[in-house]
């Protein structure tokens, strides 16, 4: 098991290395306009559907969530107009630097929440919970044999005091 650990640390070491040489510049508006303007477009598109109302009334229930959704769509635009006109008239515009290693550690933990709700899905919140827990302490690289049966009690205990003694429904 130690052989394992090491040769998964050195691998991940050595891709660390390589990724922190990397950085990218984006212009930060255009790319957050582009993306607000893209998701705004489509929950536009999608509140009718799913917010259902029954009366006529001038104000209901769709009334604030098209209203936020037209003005971030709106404000996008506008924000892209200003950057697209600062880049013909050769005028700086903001832009952000990105670490590749920091954006690939942010994709690990995010693709372990998605592995959690996929698990709390189709299992139980114990068993889910303890999967993520393991997941996390081998994220950070702990090798105390300890941390993980402790992450395993924890989640067994508080699924049962959860369920047994509270009697809240865990999914």
């Not at 290395?17 to 950085?23: A, S």
Request: charged share 15%.
């Amino acid at each position: 098991m130690n052989r394992l650990m090491e040769k998964v640390d050195n691998l991940i070491d050595n891709s660390a290395l390589k990724l922190e040489k990397h950085k990218m510049t984006i212009p930060i508006n255009i790319v957050g306009s582009i993306l607000f303007i893209i998701v705004s477009s489509i929950l536009l598109y999608l509140v009718p559907s799913q917010i259902k109302i029954n009366t006529e009334a001038v104000v209901n229930a769709r009334t604030f969530p098209l209203l936020m959704l037209r003005i971030v769509l709106i404000f996008s635009i506008i924000l892209l107009i200003k950057d697209i006109i600062f880049i013909i008239t050769k005028r700086e515009i903001e832009t952000k630097e990105l670490n590749l290693l920091v954006e690939v550690k942010f994709l690990i933990i995010l693709s372990m929440l998605i592995i959690f709700l996929a698990l709390l899905y189709f299992t139980n919140f114990i068993l889910s919970s303890i999967v993520f827990g393991i997941l996390m302490l081998f994220y950070f690289r702990s090798k105390k044999l300890s941390n993980y049966l402790i992450i395993i009690l924890a989640a067994i205990l508080i699924g049962y005091l959860f369920q047994n003694v509270l009697h809240v429904r865990l999914p």
